[in-house]
Nanobody
Framework: QVQLAESGGGLVRPGGSLRLTCEAS????????MAWFRQAPGKPREFVAG???????????KYANSVKDRFTIGRYQSPSAIYLQMNSLEPEDTARYYC??????????????????WGQGTQVTVSS
């Protein structure tokens, strides 16, 4: 069972920035696919950004249109840790953010059922 540890949520004013981090307990796989989803109260879970990579490849990424040009998904040097850098935050970004992961490639990045492992989530609130 792979455990995902998320951190970095909090309260921020509109226009501010936050960085979320997710680290997986599995560090020996050669292939990873990880993503961020979010869910606001009364709304369905939605895709935010996804990334997939192998030991010998560059990082592949995909973004939801609503966050493109404001959010950046990236990797740390740890084999299975990612971040979500969120800039120009808007009140509409308020949600609980969840990290999802597979220790293989091939899932459709924006499809939640395709991910095997999920974190507990971290709350992001954008408010003045």
């Amino acid at each position: 069972q792979v455990q995902l540890a998320e951190s970095g949520g909090g309260l921020v004013r509109p226009g501010g920035s936050l960085r979320l981090t997710c680290e997986a307990s599995e560090r020996t796989s050669k292939n990873y696919q990880m993503a961020w989803f979010r869910q606001a109260p009364g709304k369905p879970r939605e895709f935010v950004a996804g990334a997939w990579w192998s030991t010998y490849s560059t990082l592949n990424t995909k973004y939801a249109n609503s966050v493109k040009d404001r959010f950046t998904i990236g990797r740390y040097q740890s084999p299975s840790a990612i971040y979500l850098q969120m800039n120009s935050l808007e009140p509409e970004d308020t949600a609980r953010y969840y990290c999802a992961a597979n220790v293989h490639w091939g899932a459709t990045p924006e499809s939640a059922p395709g991910y095997e492992y999920w974190g507990q989530g971290t709350q992001v609130t954008v408010s003045s």
